[in-house]
């Protein structure tokens, strides 16, 4: 990220900014102690740079089998219902990342 922001930060913002809680899995350079204890007492997984493919790829599987069960049974939607749901969330998204300037850099 351009900032100096964190990884955490970046998330907790985009979490605010779209009201709710996006699991997230934090990719970072930086080995510091403190990163990885805040990483764990915020509950997110932190893998340090640079990152076996196969690795990132069995965390990812895990992480995403562990989250597929968050679905939203107590509101069951229509399908137009919920494309206008998914995309106010991704305006939001994109509003967020606007505004922490998560970007790519070149």
């Known amino acids: 990220m351009?900032?100096?922001?964190?990884?955490?930060?970046?998330i907790e913002q985009i979490n605010a900014t779209t009201g709710a809680?996006?699991?997230a899995i934090l990719i970072s350079g930086d080995t510091a102690p403190e990163r990885l204890l805040d990483?764990?007492?915020k509950g997110y997984i932190l893998l340090h740079k640079p990152?076996?493919?196969m690795r990132l790829r069995t965390v990812m599987h895990q992480f995403f089998k562990?989250?597929?069960d968050r679905r939203d049974t107590a509101n069951?939607?229509?399908p137009a219902e919920l494309e206008k749901?998914?995309?106010e969330r991704r305006a939001r998204l994109a509003a967020a990342s606007r505004e922490i300037d998560i970007s790519e850099t070149k």
């Open 2 to 10: 351009r900032t100096e922001k964190t990884g955490i930060e970046a």
């Open 66 to 68: 562990n989250h597929g």
């Open 21 to 23: 809680s996006i699991p």
């Open 85 to 87: 749901s998914i995309d």
């Open 51 to 53: 990152i076996d493919p």
């Open 39 to 41: 990483a764990k007492d």
């Open 76 to 78: 069951p939607r229509g």
